[in-house]
């Protein structure tokens, strides 16, 4: 099942902060969270695994709660590179990565 | 640049043609992941290849096939096509499995008229 992404928008003000859930009705594996602008590619953020394990490569933070079925995207300091629309996507393993609908965020000076 | 490249970058035809999508992946990557995105919605998945093998399946169409060749780089066949298939169809590739990083390809727009 697709994970479900809270807020679906969200609009700050540089260097405010925003979080993004992405919770499951399955238990998960992994979720990877992704990052894309307007008529780009996805960029990788993170992948938080169950056990703990993360793994990512930018200034951006995340918690995997494995009970809850939920993952929470922090963006902290935000800066207007942030802008696009974030999606996470659940699953890993044998199974399908399977992506949200998408959180939409927009960063004005 | 992802490394992953995908040809060609766009695509314009008429409804009933078939096309075809390349991908590429980064060196070393076994796993092909193709993906659709329509207008304004999410990543739907619609197949996983590993190591020339399909691995995964996901809301591909009958009329949509795939296949992995032995130099690991991949085709997405899309047949008798319909207006609703207009979309931007994205390539991934990751080392092994889905709990791998994937890496998206620019992606290949696909109009049908």
């Known amino acids: 099942q697709q994970p479900v992404q809270s807020p679906q928008a969200v609009i700050l003000r540089e260097g405010e902060d925003a979080v993004i859930n992405c919770s499951s009705s399955?238990?998960?594996?992994?979720v990877h969270w992704y990052r894309q602008k307007h008529g780009e590619a996805p960029v990788f953020l993170m992948i938080?695994?169950?056990?703990?394990e993360q793994k990512g490569h930018e200034k951006i933070s995340a918690s995997f709660n494995e009970k809850k079925q939920q993952s929470s995207l922090y963006l902290t300091a935000s800066q207007l590179s942030y802008s696009g629309t974030y999606f996470c996507g659940t699953g890993g393993g044998s199974e399908k990565l399977v992506f949200g609908k998408g959180t939409k965020l927009t960063v004005n000076p | 640049d992802s490394g992953v490249t995908q040809t060609p970058k766009h695509l314009i035809t008429a409804t009933g043609q078939r096309v075809t999508l390349r991908c590429s992946p980064r060196?070393?990557?076994?796993?092909v992941y193709w993906y659709q995105q329509s207008l304004d919605q999410g990543l739907q998945f619609l197949i996983q290849y590993y190591n020339g093998e399909e691995r995964a399946k996901g809301n591909i169409l009958e009329r949509f096939s795939a296949q992995q060749f032995p130099d690991l780089h991949s085709e997405l066949n899309l047949s008798s096509l319909e207006l609703g298939d207009s979309a931007l169809y994205f390539c991934a590739s990751s080392v092994y499995g889905s709990t791998d990083t994937q890496y998206f390809g620019p992606g290949t727009r696909l109009t049908v008229l």
């Open positions: 399955k238990a998960l594996y992994s």
């Open positions: 060196s070393g990557d076994l796993s």
């Open positions: 938080l695994l169950k056990g703990g």
